[in-house]
Nanobody, 119 residues
């Protein structure tokens, strides 16, 4: 029902910035929540940031003050602005969407975009 396509990853030096985008195939105002997860080698996939349809945001402690999640309903796109990047931020970043119904939560995932922070 919902296809998600990430872009904006790449190689950046410590202290640099990247902006990830996630384009959805459907209007994002119909999606209850969207977010970004990441998975580093040898690590569990973890929530980085999320935003609800009402605009409530949530961030992992490790990225608070550095990352900002936002959305543009007209473009059906969510963004993750990443500043002051550190080597520990290196991971594959995945876009996630959740549609909540009375009987079930429906989860959708993008295919991921690589972020590498290295000198």
């Amino acid at each position: 029902q919902v296809q998600l396509v990430e872009s904006g990853g790449g190689l950046v030096q410590p202290g640099g910035s990247l902006r990830l985008s996630c384009a959805a195939s459907k209007t994002i105002f119909s999606i209850n929540a969207m977010g970004w997860y990441r998975q580093a080698p040898g690590k569990q996939r973890e929530l980085v940031a999320a935003i609800t349809s009402g605009g409530t945001t949530n961030y992992a402690d490790s990225v608070k003050g550095r990352f900002t999640i936002s959305r543009d309903n007209a473009k059906n796109t969510v963004y993750l602005q990443m500043n002051a990047l550190q080597p520990e931020d290196t991971a594959v970043y995945y876009c996630h969407a959740r549609i909540t119904t009375p009987t079930k939560d429906w989860d959708y995932w993008g295919q991921g975009t690589q972020v590498t922070v290295s000198s």
